[in-house]
């Protein structure tokens, strides 16, 4: 070989490994996310992992089913200078490339994992309690109860005081009460406050009055609201009643999996006939590790 040839091929040489290089990228580390207590995502919603580094917020890729061990591929010098990791659940549509106000898991980084907590980001559940009674104040004109409280139910202590008993959740989070029928489950509304009226009572009758507290009368189906699978009025005795924490941006339909209150609806009603809540303290909980 000329000394030419020999100079033109390593110039070649040195172009190929160039681009090779070039199209390589960055370095890339994987992330092992292991949960405990969390479920797969419906509705179109995603969880998303979030590494912060110098203050910046990284996304890792999206997905809904955290079973097993969820890896995750970011830049290893991302991976390597992250001190916490947080997860959130983020709305159907989501296209910003910013977390949620929905953050479900947070941790921060003390070597090469990260133990993952739920209540220092979203709320305390350690300690809750409630009750409820059915009736329906709703249609009661004049204030004259008209016999059919099987179809209400509100989450109230007598007839002026709080059922529940809740802490305050963080932004992002709200509570939701539930009846579930059997064929179909709906919502009572959702609340930040257990005094006040909840944002729900599309079902609710005319001439009487909405107590300033959650709850709902399932009296009248409005032809606005696109449900099928239920007839209404629908009575509420011996069905399970519940109240769940939802991420209330994530516009899915259906109860989120954390539930801290629930109950079955006995068949007797009225203020003087309250039915106590089981409360249920488990919350999910998780860890991330990084290569060392």
């Known amino acids: 070989m ?40 419906t509705g179109g919603s995603d969880y998303q992992g979030w590494l912060i580094v110098n203050g910046q917020t990284i996304p890792t890729t999206k997905f809904k089913d955290p079973t097993g061990i969820v890896r ?10 992250a001190t916490q990791f947080i997860l959130t659940v983020e709305p159907v549509g989501d296209v910003n ?9 947070i941790g921060n980084f003390s070597g090469t994992a990260a133990q ?38 509100w989450f109230m ?13 963080a932004s992002g989070w709200k509570y939701e009460g539930w ?3 059997g064929d179909k489950i709906l919502s009572t509304g959702t609340f930040s406050n257990v005094v006040g009226v909840d944002d729900g009572n599309f079902f609710k009758g005319s001439g009487g009055t909405v107590p300033a507290f959650p709850g709902e009368d399932f009296l009248i189906l409005p032809a606005q609201v696109p449900i099928s699978g239920i007839t209404l009025p629908a009575a509420v005795t011996s069905k399970k009643v519940f109240i769940t924490v939802e991420p209330f941006e994530d516009r899915d339909p259906n109860p989120f999996f954390i539930e801290p209150l629930s109950a079955t609806a006995g068949i007797t009603t009225g203020s003087g006939n309250s039915i106590p809540m089981i409360s249920n303290t488990a919350v999910p909980s998780g860890r991330v590790t990084r290569p060392n």
């Open 2 to 41: 000329t000394k030419k040839s020999l100079i033109i091929g390593l110039l070649i040489l040195g172009v190929l490994l160039n681009s090779c290089s070039k199209d390589d990228g960055p370095p890339v580390a994987t992330i092992e996310l292991e949960t405990i207590g969390l479920e797969a995502l």
């Open 72 to 81: 995750l591929e970011v830049l290893a010098s991302d991976l390597e200078e």
């Open 97 to 105: 490339n910013e977390p949620s106000s929905a953050k479900i898991l």
């Open 116 to 153: 993952l907590t739920f209540q220092s980001v979203v709320a305390d559940l350690s300690s809750t309690s409630g009750q409820f009674y059915l009736a329906t104040p709703t249609d009661n004109v004049g204030g004259t109860d008209n016999g059919n409280d099987e179809f209400g139910v």
């Open 157 to 169: 202590d007598g007839a002026n005081a709080p059922g529940l008993s809740l802490p305050t959740l």
């Open 179 to 181: 009846v579930n029928f």
